[in-house]
């Protein structure tokens, strides 16, 4: 039986170019479908960090609550943004091939990188904030919030020096400067880059359609990150980057915690052969915690519950 495959996407600019490229692979496969927009929460507070939100998935609850109340039959997610534990009756269906995966800075002018006066850098990520600091200890890092483009905006109307985002999303809505930095010293979040297809655990049809757009080498290295995060317990609330790479049939990962101050690192690096890759993410968390990434975790969570 075939039937006309809802398709559900925040309402951003770049989550709808992403629902938009996951719906015309989908119709040019011969199906037929529609793009149902809807706000998240995360879309409309916009004066709070993500941290102090603390809630999981933020961008992609609404979209879940949709699915299960049967208002749409797949969403799609940019995947960096969906916890690691789906809710229950709904199950990943797609990893499509995943983008590059880099963070790049945008800028007023990069002078201030080679000197050592102070400078402001906007970003609403822990993650991206912890290994700036790292890197440049004498920087303030500021919050920012809010889609790409006002994002963009909001740095052009403020003092700051520049402002870090994810490479693929302004190259997705052709916004992309052609001076920002690639940032290529700075690990990227799980899964970034990669967009997700979710749909009910019950709806066979849409599962087996939306299926068919999964690229398998990319499902498996954004299982391997997503599977340190889960390990490490990270979400949202910790600065953790991970990153796997398949090259001649071996997976290349790096894996790394800091403190919310990005004075403390830990990181590993470790390759394995694909066919062995079931549970390396698991693996690699297991070694972070033992070299005090536990301890780290447990400081993390304790600066968290303070902030809450």
Not at 173 to 182: E, G, H, N, S
Request: net charge neutral.
């Amino acid at each position: 039986m075939s039937k006309i495959i809802r398709i559900g996407t925040r309402d951003s600019e770049l989550a709808l170019w992403q629902a938009t490229t996951v719906q015309q692979k989908i119709e040019d496969l011969g199906f037929d479908t529609t793009l149902v927009p809807i706000k998240s929460t995360g879309d409309q507070v916009l004066d709070k960090p993500l941290y102090e939100l603390g809630i999981t998935g933020i961008f992609t609850k609404t979209l879940d609550v949709a699915l299960l109340k049967g208002k749409i039959d797949i969403a799609v997610h940019s995947m960096k943004d969906v916890p690691t534990q789906l809710p229950k009756g709904i199950v990943q269906t797609a990893v499509l091939e995943r983008a590059i995966t880099s963070d790049i800075l945008v800028h007023k002018g990069i002078g201030f990188l080679e000197s050592e006066r102070a400078a402001t850098i906007a970003t609403g990520s822990l993650r991206r904030k912890a290994q700036w600091l790292h890197k440049y200890p004498h920087h303030k890092v500021v919050d920012l919030r809010g889609n790409v483009n006002s994002r963009l905006l909001k740095l052009i109307e403020n003092d700051w020096s520049g402002a870090i985002f994810a490479q693929a999303g302004l190259e997705r809505i052709k916004l992309l400067p052609k001076d920002a930095v690639p940032l290529d010293w700075m690990t990227p979040a799980p899964a970034q880059g990669a967009m997700l297809i979710v749909a009910l655990e019950e709806d066979a049809f849409s599962k087996e359609v939306s299926h068919k757009l999964n690229h398998p080498e990319s499902e498996i290295t954004t299982t391997i990150e997503r599977a340190f995060l889960r390990t490490l317990e990270g979400g949202c609330t910790a600065p953790i980057g991970a990153l796997a790479i398949i090259k001649d049939q071996l997976v290349h990962f790096k894996g790394v915690v800091f403190s919310l101050d990005g004075k403390q690192k830990i990181e590993i690096e470790k390759t394995i052969p694909v066919k062995s890759a079931k549970g390396f993410g698991q693996i690699c968390a297991q070694e972070v915690l033992n070299k005090g990434g536990d301890k780290l975790m447990e400081s993390i969570r304790n600066e968290n519950s303070a902030l809450h």
